[in-house]
């Protein structure tokens, strides 16, 4: 056989290709993502030498390029895009989103997850594209913590794609061509440490944040609407410290009470030359005491040269340049703020004109050569000649001593001259604070001089400049000659003038934006990324303001916030909290703590402040008062601060709750999912209360609460009562009695459920556990309905597939709904008969009030029934009844009054409540809505009722109750006695044309005008 170099590659069209066993030399195509398009590109450029090839992806702000690079031991196909920033993002998942879906305080236990925001979309499509013909990633974002978070949304998109691809990680501080060789040869994987830490901070800044400006925002907004009702009154760990130092030092003004005090000033004139001594006791708050040592000293006006001191004075260059320094320096010499000093210094870095602007050190590394940075800049005309004078003598920058062991300080990488504006001022600041941080300190020599006058001590000093150094380059740094005149020691000399000066203490200055970045830094709220952020959104909430010359004053809105929530005993505007957790993120970082440990501790402190802050909340109200007036009075349901309690966890995972309707007329079950989830029961108006119960429904494969139900009298049959406590999901006479939507009752992770063979139409009573329905209809204690229809046509071919096919069952029939009968009177509600007491005030014991005739009387279960009374205050009160002697929740729910015989061809009349609805019988002792005997009357009007007895109160029409009910209904069995046995009984093939009905009271035989009602 011979053999071929060449091997069967594929097959197209017909046609048969071949590669030579060179094809495992085809480049293999990579995928690298930068933090923003502007250092995509710059990165680009370098590693392709200017030749890359551009195309558009499908986020037209993030271009592509494309180029060959030597890298992981091969050459290889680079393919060069970029992110926006964060591209995924912490948020709620269903009705949580919605302010009004929850209680503030649930979002703290709320389900989050990382989303791909709407406009980020694109972007997210992009890499998804370009990743499927990538067997390599590599991350360029940058090299702080937001960055390496980045990075890892950035493999969670890819990886969803392309699960096995290898991922590295590029670390570089400036886009240069040395910086970038460095990177690509020493690839690292990237660090989940830190990325954890900022998924902390993520999720706490929105748990917490979303819960108090709910609180705030909701509540304000009703309290006082005139000023509030369009602002969103918003909550951040990091912004209400930052207010909270704004206020404390504008209190600190308001609050300051200026003292006056006294000193003694001298003055000598010589030669031309002014000096000015300071007195050595500097004040005196004592008016007389000042006064008798000045003329103690005019006793004899001559002053004693005791000392001449000379020694040369030095003014130190600046240590290099790190992020808050640069935001603070920026906002003093430029009067520019950190956040417009921050934008410029990123498009600075990304042009590849500055290093890295976000880094916490203030030390350039030993092994750093800064002699091309400095060579770069001899260019200028402006400080080029300082420049050469530097590499002449030698750089020697004055380091600080902090270290993030990441990024160096910021620094110049190259020159250029075409930047305009804001971008040229910072541009050339930092070149002039690189050059002049490698240059010498500033030389100088003082001369202090101390005299005598009777035994008074006072001191004056001079200046001499001998040497500027780095203060040629460094305008933004004033040090000047300071002339005196010249004096010898152990001269004598008689001063000018001496007096008496008064002045006074002067309040604390309010503070700048670079106190309050300096305040920040101390304190540790934020990080050198975050600073300029967090000022930024105070001044955007109006929580503060700037005056004319730079200097922050609170709003009002702003005090009264901090004022409430200090007012509550919380220190909510001091740093405390805030530094704990950055201190813990720095450990998570590190290594040295749990994230998941964090993110709990963090979440029960601040939920636990939260309780107690909503439940003082009118504390807040009362400081806003004093500014805004007095606050709109409001209904305590207008704001519902309670958490929903969960009914059941839903299909879909998320917690099923019972809420109001938007108009608050109603109540319905939701899922906490929706809309992503549209799982919901609607409650008819009848129901006027629904709450979760603590009980446990004994049926529910899944742990499911019963609901504890109040109703509309008349609005429901009466044997539901005007109380109920059962399950929404597997009681079937309560959802068939209210109509509700049959909810899937399965376990969530669709185990098999266990059913039983089919029902055998000869089975006895009371054996293998079946339980009994309406109309003796009954199922096994485990195979309860699971769906809504349970009911399925005739014939073979109609039976859909399933577990459930071939079983036999039978359809519950709707019981009988309260007539629509009206009262006698107008404003009274219909009722069948006077209601009893309701579940729980019952005795459920097995001795004292059963009767020797127990045995005759059986439940459903086929037991004897246990006879009980009923202990609810009420026209019932010790009313004997039957009713299943078993535990409430595992019986048949049988119930029958003793004093009334069962109705006929149904002895074991099924009832699903216990007493405490309305007596369901007919004949003697029927009692109106008054709690009087009803009499028992009979309609004498001509009509398909003629003769028919009714009972009604009996009491004169206008002062009765209205009470109304028929006779001969028995609604046990949902049947009307009167239609079936009395004279006006249906006979035929039922097709008799529908006689008209009444308007009132719906039934057939006559109208409105003629109705026994109307008697």
């Not at 998804?128 to 702080?144: A, H, S």
């Not at 005598?452 to 001499?464: A, P, Y």
């Not at 405390?576 to 993110?599: F, Q, S, T, W, Y």
């Not at 093939?989 to 109705?1011: D, F, M, S, Y």
């Amino acid at each position: 056989m011979v053999l071929f170099k060449f091997a069967l590659k594929t097959t197209f069209y017909g046609k048969l290709w071949f590669s030579s066993a060179s094809s495992k030399d085809k480049m293999v195509r990579i995928l690298n993502v930068a933090e923003k398009n502007d250092a995509a590109k710059s990165i680009a450029d370098l590693m392709s030498r200017g030749h890359y090839r551009r195309r558009d992806g499908i986020s037209k702000f993030n271009k592509i390029y494309e180029f060959e690079y030597n890298i992981l031991g091969g050459q290889h196909t680079m393919t060069m895009t970029s992110v926006s920033g964060h591209l995924l993002n912490f948020e709620f998942t269903g009705q949580y989103r919605n302010w009004q879906g929850c209680s503030p305080v649930a979002l703290f236990d709320a389900p989050v997850e990382k989303q791909c925001l709407e406009n980020y979309t694109p972007i997210k499509r992009s890499l998804e594209k370009e990743v499927r013909g990538c067997q390599t990633l590599i991350i360029w974002t940058d090299g702080d913590r937001e960055g390496e978070n980045i990075g890892f949304e950035i493999i969670q998109v890819c990886r969803a794609i392309k699960p096995n691809i290898r991922v590295y990680r590029a670390r570089f501080s400036e886009i240069t061509p040395q910086a970038i060789q460095r990177a690509c040869n020493n690839l690292l994987e990237p660090d989940q440490n830190t990325s954890d830490a900022v998924d902390v901070r993520s999720e706490l800044d929105l748990r917490i944040g979303a819960a108090f400006t709910r609180l705030q925002t909701m509540r304000l907004q009703k309290r006082f609407p005139q000023v509030l009702s369009q602002m969103l009154i918003s909550y951040g760990s990091c912004q209400f410290p930052t207010l909270g130092f704004v206020v404390e030092r504008y209190k600190q003004v308001q609050n300051f009470v200026p003292e006056p005090f006294w000193k003694i000033k001298v003055t000598s004139k010589t030669e031309g030359r002014l000096a000015d001594f300071t007195w050595d006791r500097n004040r005196l708050f004592d008016q007389e005491a000042c006064y008798v040592l000045l003329c103690h000293c005019l006793e004899n006006p001559v002053a004693k040269v005791t000392e001449v001191i000379k020694k040369p004075k030095s003014k130190w260059r600046p240590q290099p340049l790190d992020t808050v320094e640069l935001e603070k320096l920026a906002s003093r010499k430029l009067r520019i703020n950190a956040k417009e000093t921050m934008r410029i210094a990123e498009k600075l870095y990304t042009q590849g004109y500055i290093s890295y602007p976000r880094t916490e050190t203030n030390q350039f590394p030993k092994d750093m050569d800064l002699r091309p940075l400095i060579q770069a800049q001899t260019a200028d005309p402006n400080w080029g000649g300082f420049a050469d004078r530097v590499l002449t003598d030698g750089p020697n920058p004055r380091n600080g001593n902090k270290t993030d062991n990441a990024h160096p300080p910021i620094h110049p990488l190259k020159y250029t001259n075409n930047l305009q504006g804001n971008e040229a001022r910072v541009y050339e600041f930092i070149i002039r604070h690189f050059l002049a941080t490698c240059a010498k300190d500033a030389q100088g020599a003082e001369t202090k001089i101390v005299i005598n006058i009777q035994d008074e001590i006072f001191k004056c000093s001079g200046l001499s400049i001998l040497a500027r150094n780095y203060l040629e380059v460094y305008p933004y740094d004033n040090w000047s000659d300071k002339v005196i005149p010249t004096f010898e020691q152990g001269e004598t000399f008689e001063p000018s003038s001496i007096e008496m000066v008064e002045g006074e203490t002067m309040p604390p200055k309010l503070l700048t934006e670079a106190d309050l970045i300096a305040l920040m830094e101390k304190h540790g709220i934020g990080t050198d990324a975050t600073h300029a952020d967090h000022i930024e959104r105070i001044k955007d909430r109006r929580y503060v303001g700037l005056q004319p010359d730079g200097k922050f004053v609170p709003g009002e809105l702003g005090m009264g916030l901090v004022e409430g929530y200090d007012a509550m005993g919380f220190e909510m505007s001091k740093p405390h909290l805030r530094r704990e957790l950055e201190a813990d993120l720095k450990r998570i970082c590190e290594g040295r703590k749990n994230k998941d440990v964090v993110l709990q501790e963090q979440v029960s402190k601040y939920r636990d402040v939260f309780i107690e802050a909503s439940q003082q909340v009118e504390k807040i109200d009362e400081a806003l008062s004093r500014y805004f007036g007095q606050a709109v009075q409001i209904q305590p349901q207008d704001i519902n601060f309670e958490p929903l309690t969960p009914l059941r966890k839903c299909s879909c995972g998320s917690d099923l709750v019972i809420k109001k309707k938007k108009d608050g007329n109603g109540l319905y079950v939701t899922c906490m999912g929706f809309p992503d989830c549209k799982t919901s029961v609607w409650f008819p108006n009848g129901v006027i209360e629904a709450k979760v119960d603590e009980a446990l429904c004994p049926r529910c494969q899944e742990p499911t609460h019963l609901v504890a139900l109040k109703f509309k009298r008349g609005s429901v049959p009466p044997s539901l009562g005007n109380e109920y406590t059962g399950c929404v999901l597997c009681d079937d006479y309560l959802i068939e009695s209210l109509d509700l939507k049959k909810l899937s009752n399965q376990p969530r992770n669709n185990a098999e459920i266990r059913t039983a063979p089919l029902r055998q139409t000869n089975r006895p009573q009371g054996q293998n556990n079946w339980h009994q329905g309406p109309n003796n209809q009954t199922w096994g204690q485990n195979d309860w309905p699971q769906g809504q229809n349970n009911y399925q046509p005739r014939g073979q071919n109609n039976q859909p597939r399933g577990k459930n096919r071939g079983r036999g069952f039978n359809k519950f029939p709707k019981p009988r709904q309260p007539s629509s009968r009206k009262p006698r009177q107008a404003n009274t509600k219909w009722q069948k008969r006077p209601a009893a007491a309701v579940t729980g005030n019952v005795n459920r014991t097995m001795g004292g009030d059963q009767g020797n005739n127990q045995q005759d009387i059986e439940c459903s279960c086929g037991e004897n029934a246990a006879l009980l009374s009923v202990r609810k205050e009420g026209h019932n009160k010790g009313r004997k009844f039957y009713a299943c002697k078993k535990p409430q929740g595992t019986g048949c729910d049988f119930f029958q009054w003793a004093d009334q015989p069962p109705p006929q061809n149904n002895p074991t009349t099924y009832t699903h409540h216990q007493p405490g609805g309305p007596s369901n019988s007919s004949g003697s002792g029927i009692k109106c809505n008054c709690g009087e005997n009803a009499k028992l009357l009979t309609v004498c009007k001509d009509g398909q009722n003629k003769g028919r007895p009714f009972h009604s109160c009996s009491k004169p029409r206008d002062e009765g109750c209205g009470f109304f009910a028929w006779a001969d209904v028995d609604e046990n069995r949902g049947e009307d006695l009167w239609l079936s046995t009395g004279p006006n009984r249906q006979r035929g093939n039922g097709n008799a044309p529908k006689k008209r009905k009444c308007g009132l009271c719906k039934q057939e035989g006559h109208t409105k005008k003629t109705c026994p009602q109307n008697n």
